[in-house]
């Protein structure tokens, strides 16, 4: 079995568990009130955020960051449209990060989830609950 070496950014495993008693036998539906307004908030983060970065890389000169490549806006856009067409809530915020990637963030009650399209093309997920990182999920 490959052992992994905790580090200060992981957080503790669970103690207890507690039962809840769910039922696991009846299919997983969406709830669709909302869902065309969240679709809407996505397209116009496609629209009129990666779309612009993919051919206009000038507002970068000014905020001082490595524009992402055109394939990277790709993925991003890939991502969001994914993630729309599963009826997930749109983001909060998307920008750049300082290395060529992209960032999609929501918070909600305390919870934040974080998209991470890094520049070599991974994508990375990370959900915190205040500061606490609770799950993070790399794919290449």
């Not at 490959?2 to 200060?8: F, K, Q, V």
């Not at 909060?92 to 963030?105: K, L, T």
């Amino acid at each position: 079995m490959l052992a992994i070496e905790r580090t200060p950014q992981m957080s503790a495993a669970l103690g207890r568990v507690v039962s809840t008693n769910a039922d696991t036998n009846s299919p997983i539906t969406r709830d669709h009130v909302g869902d065309e307004a969240a679709r809407d908030d996505w397209q116009r983060v496609i629209d009129h955020k990666l779309i612009e970065w993919g051919w206009n890389t000038r507002e970068f000169d000014e905020e001082g960051v490595e524009p992402p490549s055109r394939e990277i806006v790709r993925l991003a856009i890939e991502l969001a449209e994914r993630l729309r067409d599963e009826g997930c809530p749109a983001p909060d915020s998307v920008v750049p990060d300082p290395n060529g990637g992209i960032v999609f963030e929501r918070r909600e009650n305390g919870l934040t989830e974080v998209f991470q399209v890094w520049d070599d093309g991974t994508v990375e997920y990370q959900q915190f609950q205040g500061t606490r990182l609770v799950c993070r999920d790399r794919r290449c």
